[in-house]
């Protein structure tokens, strides 16, 4: 099995309270490898441990390492030195991000949280503080990205760590598109449901009763939908402009499902072809079809006006 040789390692460091948790989670949702408080001393251990089976795509995901005061026998000058030796013995592209605060606004956050410092579990936390930027200055030197969280809310650091350190290939959002039939329920992972029952149904026409949303007669009776051209075009434009905010906002997964009544016919034709246009734009939706191999049924389907009077 392959040993792991990340590209780009990332130190994240800082003082307590000015956002570690925040941007480790976040670089997690970017598709990062993220371990918190590892002592240095067995970085070379995690670089050499074997991938899983099935894994060796992951050898390329960058890695993320947060360290602290609090990380087991910290010291500045030693982690800074650790961290040249192994740039040059094993040449990897470490760097180094320093989340600093004011003062002042660690105090107003640990009094809010009601947390005590970790350095100063008995003390005053501006103690703690004090302490902790004391020993936290040699790494502060050295880092090569610095961000000062005083006046960033945690959500505008989420965007700042995001819009930052986005890897392509990597944490993008997953993108599904599937059909269904209303008549069985719909699913409960949708994020978005859109009804394609106001589209003429092909299973009121005998010859095409048989046949799903994937053939061509059938996508061509649909198509032929004095509604369907505006219809698309509209669903297209919707689609194109989320997917990209639910990306921004580091939303995994999105499902869309397209329901008709049977989710034979319309449902799956709409699929099929939202997929081939996101598909377009630079997405990788996957297609599944929930209910395509259900058999057809008249009773379950809404007979056209024409049909039902006459």
């Known amino acids: 099995m392959s040993k792991r040789r990340p590209k780009n390692i990332l130190l994240v460091t800082g003082m307590s309270g000015a956002g570690k948790s925040t941007v480790l989670r976040t670089l997690e949702d970017l598709g990062w490898e993220v371990v918190d408080n ?17 894994a060796e795509g992951d050898d390329d995901r960058p890695l993320a390492i947060g360290i602290g005061a609090r990380t087991r026998g910290f010291d500045g000058e030693s982690i800074v030195r650790r961290i040249k030796r192994l740039r040059e013995e094993h040449e990897h592209d470490i760097g180094m991000l320093f989340l600093d605060c004011a ?32 020993l936290l200055n040699p790494l502060r030197r050295w880092a090569n990205r610095l961000v000062d969280t005083t006046s960033l809310s945690a959500n505008e650091l ?27 329920g719909v699913p409960r992972n949708a994020d978005l449901v859109l009804d394609m029952r106001f589209l003429r149904n092909p ?28 219809a698309m075009e509209q669903i297209e434009s919707l689609l194109l402009l989320l997917l990209p905010r639910y990306q921004a906002e580091g939303k995994a997964y999105v499902t869309i499902g397209f329901g008709c009544t049977g989710g034979r016919h319309r449902s ?10 996101l598909r377009e734009e ?17 009773s379950l389907e809404t007979q056209p006006a024409a049909q039902a009077t006459g």
């Not at 660690?106 to 902790?132: K, V």
């Not at 009121?204 to 939908?225: F, H, K, Q």
């Not at 630079?282 to 008249?298: E, I, K, N, W, Y």
């Open 38 to 54: 590892l002592p240095l001393l067995f970085l070379n251990r995690l670089l050499d441990t074997p991938l899983p089976e099935g």
């Open 103 to 134: 003062g002042s606004e660690l105090e107003r956050r640990y009094s809010e949280t009601r947390r005590r410092h970790p350095l100063a579990q008995d003390r005053p936390a501006t103690d703690g503080i004090a302490r902790e930027r004391d």
């Open 158 to 184: 989420t965007q700042k760590i995001r819009s930052t350190f986005s890897v392509e290939g990597i944490g993008q959002t997953t993108v599904s598109v599937m059909s269904f039939g209303f008549a069985r």
């Open 203 to 230: 299973h009121w026409v005998p010859e095409l009763r048989p046949g799903t949303g994937r053939d061509a007669d059938v996508s061509a009776y649909i198509e032929e939908d004095s509604a369907y051209a505006a």
């Open 268 to 277: 799956v034709h709409v699929a099929e072809r939202m997929a081939r246009r």
């Open 282 to 298: 630079g997405f990788s939706p996957t297609v599944t079809h929930r209910d395509l191999q259900t058999a057809p049924q008249d």
